[in-house]
């Protein structure tokens, strides 16, 4: 399974970004997707989940009300749309996959991760 993120960048505090995940290989419509980030210096952590058939949707409470996760499993991609972004929401994102369809917000749980893309928020 390879996953690749995109749609990271520069953007201003209060901006918006989507990002993206195409997946390839694998069963996708049967795995949870998660996003995750790491800030430097910090420890990898979780942004948001979604569970294959999209009914359940999970946030990191510092995210909550700003981000969506949204997946379409017919093109093997999710998204995670970012609103009203903060200096503090600056970090590498990654896009991750748990094979076993579980919702978990723990790095060890996730199977397959992608390379990761840069979200910079300058205040």
């Known amino acids: 399974v390879q996953l690749v993120e995109s749609g990271g960048g520069l953007v201003q505090a209060g901006g918006s970004l989507r990002l993206s995940c195409a997946a390839s290989g694998g069963t996708f419509s049967a795995y949870t997707m998660g996003w995750f980030r790491q800030a430097p210096g910090k420890e990898r952590e979780f942004v948001a989940a979604a569970k294959w058939s999209d009914s359940g949707t999970y946030y990191a409470d510092s995210v909550k009300g700003r981000f969506t996760i949204s997946r379409d499993n017919a093109k093997n991609t999710v998204w995670l749309q970012m609103n009203n972004l903060k200096p503090e929401d600056t970090a590498v994102y990654y896009c991750?996959?748990?094979?076993?369809?579980?919702?978990?917000?723990?790095?060890?749980?996730?199977?397959?991760w992608g390379r990761g893309t840069q979200v910079t928020v300058s205040s």
């Open positions: 991750a996959a748990d094979r076993y369809g579980m919702v978990s917000r723990h790095v060890p749980e996730y199977d397959y």
